[in-house]
């Protein structure tokens, strides 16, 4: 079957990182990638990975390992405004994306 | 318009009812999409459109239609609501199908089915 994993709720300190796992079984995997959606707000385009490695975009980094299926996101200097859930989603065969349930972030001062 | 768009907002719908959700992109994109959001669940796929024309099932169509006469315009209807179609649903599109191509979300629309 299809599956993503990724944990419910996380807290972190403001300044500080997080790393936020997830974990996928696809079938035909075609890429994964990370979406930021604030409360009542539309899920927004953060990161894509489809070969193994570590890729850097600012503050937030994200991560593949194909073999272990296998993904995390990296949120470095972390501010207020990253208080947001961070939906994991992984591409299939027919590149139709799989979502994970999301991770809510809360950050404290 | 700049980027996607979704009407209504919001609606409190009577069980039974038709519904039409409308979603309307200005990018140009050939792909579009139509999930629901529950609490506690990822994002579901209920149908897509790889291009103006064509429509495809995803993973929860029951109860649910589309259609893409164009390639700015992509209606989401109900024929006949149900309650467990109260949801938040979210029109979506990207360049393509495929690939690393990101989807662009609309803002939602919050359906209340009593």
């Known amino acids: 079957g299809q599956n993503i994993d990724q944990p419910t709720e996380m807290t972190a300190t403001e300044g500080a990182i997080v790393q936020i796992n997830c974990t996928y079984q696809?079938?035909?995997?075609?890429?994964l990638f990370w979406y930021q959606q604030h409360a009542g707000e539309a899920p927004t385009f953060l990161s894509y990975n489809v070969l193994d490695g570590l890729e850097e975009k600012g503050r937030f980094s994200s991560f593949l390992s194909r073999s272990k299926g296998y993904s995390y996101l990296l949120l470095k200097e972390l501010q207020m405004k990253d208080s947001a859930s961070y939906l994991c989603?992984?591409?299939?065969?027919?590149?139709?994306?799989?979502w994970g349930a999301g991770t809510k972030l809360i950050i404290k001062p | 318009i700049a980027g996607i768009t979704q009407a209504p907002t919001s609606q409190i719908l009577a069980a039974g009812r038709r519904m039409t959700l409308r979603c309307t992109q200005d990018m140009r994109h050939n792909a579009m999409y139509w999930y629901r959001q529950d609490l506690g669940l990822g994002l579901r796929l209920i149908h897509y459109?790889?291009?103006?024309?064509?429509?495809g099932k995803g993973e929860v169509p029951d109860g649910y239609s589309v259609s893409r006469a164009n390639t700015d315009d992509f209606p989401l209807t109900l024929a006949s609501a149900v309650p467990s179609q109260t949801s938040v649903y979210f029109c979506?599109?990207?360049?393509?199908?495929?690939?690393?191509?990101?989807?662009?979300f609309g803002p939602g629309t919050r359906l209340t089915v009593l």
């Open positions: 989603a992984s591409s299939d065969s027919n590149y139709q994306l799989i």
């Open positions: 696809t079938s035909g995997f075609n890429g």
């Open positions: 459109s790889n291009t103006a024309g064509t429509t």
């Open positions: 979506a599109s990207s360049s393509n199908l495929g690939g690393g191509n990101e989807q662009f």
